[in-house]
Every structure is written in structure tokens, then in C-alpha cells.
T-cell receptor, first 113, second 108 residues
Framework: DGGITQSPKYLFRKEGQNVTLSCEQN?????MYWYRQDPGQGLRLIYY???????QKGDIAEGYSVSREKKESFPLTVTSAQKNPTAFYLC????????????FGPGTRLLVL | GQSLEQPSEVTAVEGAIVQINCTYQ??????LSWYQQHDGGAPTFLSY????GLEETGRFSSFLSRSDSYGYLLLQELQMKDSASYFC?????????FGKGTRLSVIA
């Protein structure tokens, strides 16, 4: 089955620690995205990538970093510079950057200890 | 820039019809998408309108008026499982821009 997987489902971060959220897709999509969702809020774009070895900042990139070394993978690192990281993180992909349909992974919930 | 406005909450009775509105301001516009998200789950695509008018997909329909920068999602024969958040999203020259979502509660 084709789809997007995210791991882990829950992640706990200690103060001053960097953590990395995994996102893998086997849909052969060029574009991938990371969103942050806070309770009762919409989806805010953190980073996106339209092709391997290329990525762009979204609306709330501060305190986050990404890499796109393989077409299938787009990991997100939440750095210690992100002072309020508790949120639901969603990864998505689409065939191309400007598409009406994005396919989302199941999400990772990040909590701070 | 781009911005979207939709009501934060809507409550409707099982079996009834509900309309969720979305107005947008954008510098580049190709179309309007709608997504559904159940609590704790991932958003899933429902419909897309590139042209003015109504698109029907089963119990769900979506409408767009480009001249009014306005669209809506219409849900008919509401079921309890329709309780979820619904997001409109603008397709423009950049990645999709999502509204803040409308939480629909279906009551018996």
C-alpha cells in the first residue's frame, strides 16, 4: 500500500534537547511538507520541499530544520531554539508543489517533559 | 499575502444539512480545496473547485464563487461520523494555505 508514515506517534523532549521526527512516503511524490497544528488551530506551514536537495522556509520555520537527501524522506528536527514545541506535527506530500490535494501522514504528537 | 476566514464552530442535528463558509483573500488563486480531520487524525481531501459553481460528491458538495472570493462546503444527511474539523485551503502560487478550520458537532 502506498502512503505516508510518520514516527514516532508520540515523542517527548527534554529541555535543551533536539529531537527529529521521521516522515517517509512511497507515493513517488516530488513535494513534501511539514505542518504544525496547535489545539483548535489550523495547519501552519513549517518547511516544504519541491525536490530532492531543495527546501524552503514556511511561515513558522524558526527553531526547526529539515533535510531532503532522498525523495522518500523529509525529516524534521525540532531544535532547542524552539521554545514552545508542544504540538501535533503533520507531514504531507503531493505530486508537485502547487497541487490541490495533499496526502497526510498520521502525525506525531510532541510533548515537553 | 493570503488569508482565509471560516467559522470556528458549527453544530447541527443528525439528518440535517449544514453549510460551512469560507472567504479568502489571496494574491494568486487557482482554486479552493476542502479537507476533513477527525480528532487526533490526519486531514483527508474532500473536494476541489477551480471553477465557479457546485461540485457534488455523494453527501458532500462544494461551491465556489471566484468573483466573491467565497466558497462553501455543504454536508447533507448528516451522520454522527461527520463530527470533525473541516478546513478550506487555497491553491495559489505557493503551497496550499489552510484556514483555521471549522469544528462541526453533529448532535442527535
Amino acid at each position: 500500500d502506498g502512503g505516508i508514515t510518520q514516527s514516532p506517534k508520540y515523542l517527548f523532549r527534554k529541555e535543551g534537547q533536539n529531537v527529529t521526527l521521521s516522515c517517509e512516503q512511497n507515493l513517488n511524490h516530488d513535494a513534501m511538507y511539514w505542518y504544525r497544528q496547535d489545539p483548535g488551530q489550523g495547519l501552519r506551514l513549517i518547511y516544504y520541499s519541491q525536490i530532492v536537495n531543495d527546501f524552503q522556509k514556511g511561515d513558522i520555520a524558526e527553531g526547526y530544520s529539515v533535510s531532503r537527501e532522498k525523495k522518500e524522506s523529509f525529516p524534521l528536527t525540532v531544535t532547542s531554539a524552539q521554545k514552545n514545541p508542544t504540538a501535533f506535527y503533520l507531514c504531507a506530500s503531493s505530486p508537485r508543489l502547487v497541487e490541490e490535494t495533499q496526502y497526510f501522514g498520521p502525525g506525531t504528537r510532541l510533548l515537553v517533559l | 499575502g493570503q488569508s482565509l476566514e471560516q467559522p470556528s464552530e458549527v453544530t447541527a442535528v443528525e439528518g440535517a444539512i449544514v453549510q460551512i463558509n469560507c472567504t479568502y483573500q489571496t494574491s494568486g488563486f487557482y482554486g479552493l480545496s476542502w479537507y476533513q480531520q477527525h480528532d487526533g487524525g490526519a486531514p483527508t481531501f474532500l473536494s476541489y473547485n477551480a471553477l465557479d459553481g457546485l461540485e457534488e460528491t455523494g453527501r458532500f458538495s462544494s461551491f465556489l464563487s471566484r468573483s466573491d472570493s467565497y466558497g462553501y462546503l455543504l454536508l447533507q444527511e448528516l451522520q454522527m461520523k461527520d463530527s470533525a474539523s473541516y478546513f478550506c485551503a487555497v491553491k495559489g502560487n505557493t503551497p496550499l494555505v489552510f484556514g483555521k478550520g471549522t469544528r462541526l458537532s453533529v448532535i442527535a
